[in-house]
């Protein structure tokens, strides 16, 4: 009596393909993935691949084939949330690295609402504001919690800053204004400011608090950050030029560099907010 056996079945990445190059029919194989069950099987639904496809989040292993980068640590998106409240506002923030761009911000004054959109939509992140404050009086006290808040959530969701870019610079044109960002995450708050205003005012809110935002959040995040102007003549654009470069650089900074494998981007070994 003669024994048959089934053939096994190709994976369908496995299956040949004719050579362009000939009317000859030459076929390549394909290496195949390995196999759990045996060949020899009689039952052709044991024939499934040993290596099943899996979900791994941006911020998953470094480690893999040569072939292959992720980020070092699959510990789930960087997020830092925060509250703050003093006799003069009370503020909520909640930011989100690896967001999609979701912005949710009502802090009172809509300008900065607007601002704060740019910076969620451009950087991608999800960016949640909630705040109240002693707008009857002015806008000042809302302005600078609000970005002390946004600079300390942004500390606590960058935590070690193992495998980021750590740098980041972008030029953004709008219209007429074009302004230019670069910043270093460096852990040393320093603002290089450099815009010209040509109004006071931009609706109800005063231009001068543009520059008190960023050097609020410099404190809390400690950040370096040079922002300069290169031009621009209506105060509307150049502020919002300004957000949206660094809306783009930030998220150039905080994305991760998979060339370093999860190691701090310091030739000292460290980040330190001091």
């Keep these: 009596m003669e024994l048959t056996l089934p053939q096994p079945q190709l994976h369908p990445k496995c299956l040949p393909f ?7 029919s030459v076929f390549h194989a394909t290496p195949c993935p390995p196999f759990q069950a045996s060949i020899f099987s009689t039952n052709q639904r044991d024939l499934s691949p040993l290596n099943t496809p899996r979900s791994i989040s941006t911020p998953a292993l470094l480690a893999g084939n040569n072939n292959t980068s992720v980020s070092p640590i699959d510990s789930g998106d960087r997020i830092g949330e925060v509250k703050r409240v003093t006799k003069e506002t009370n503020v909520s923030v909640k930011i989100n690295l690896d967001g999609s761009g979701i912005a949710d911000s009502s802090s009172g004054i809509p300008f900065l609402d607007h601002m704060l959109d740019q910076l969620a ?10 705040a109240t404050g002693d707008v009857h009086i002015d806008d000042h006290h809302t ?3 609000v970005a002390l808040a946004i600079g300390t959530a942004l500390l606590q969701a ?6 980021i870019n750590r740098f980041g610079n972008f ?8 302004v230019h960002v670069s910043l270093d995450l460096s852990g040393r708050p320093h603002l290089g400011y450099d815009l010209d205003l040509p109004t006071q005012r931009v609706g109800t809110y005063d231009t001068q608090l543009v520059e008190h935002f960023f050097q609020s959040l410099v404190n809390t995040s400690g950040m370096t950050l040079h922002i300069r102007q290169f031009s621009g003549s209506n105060s509307h654009h150049i502020i919002e030029a300004t957000f949206k470069a660094f809306a783009r650089a930030l998220r150039q900074a905080t994305e991760y560099d998979t060339r370093r494998r999860g ?3 310091s030739s000292k070994g460290v980040l330190s907010r001091s």
């Design 18 to 24: 004719p050579s362009p190059k000939s009317r000859v």
């Design 121 to 130: 939509s451009h950087g991608l992140f999800d960016v949640h504001v909630k």
């Design 143 to 145: 302005n600078e919690d």
């Design 158 to 163: 960058l935590g070690d800053r193992k495998g």
């Design 171 to 178: 030029s953004a044109p709008l219209d007429e204004a074009l």
């Design 263 to 265: 190691t701090i981007p």
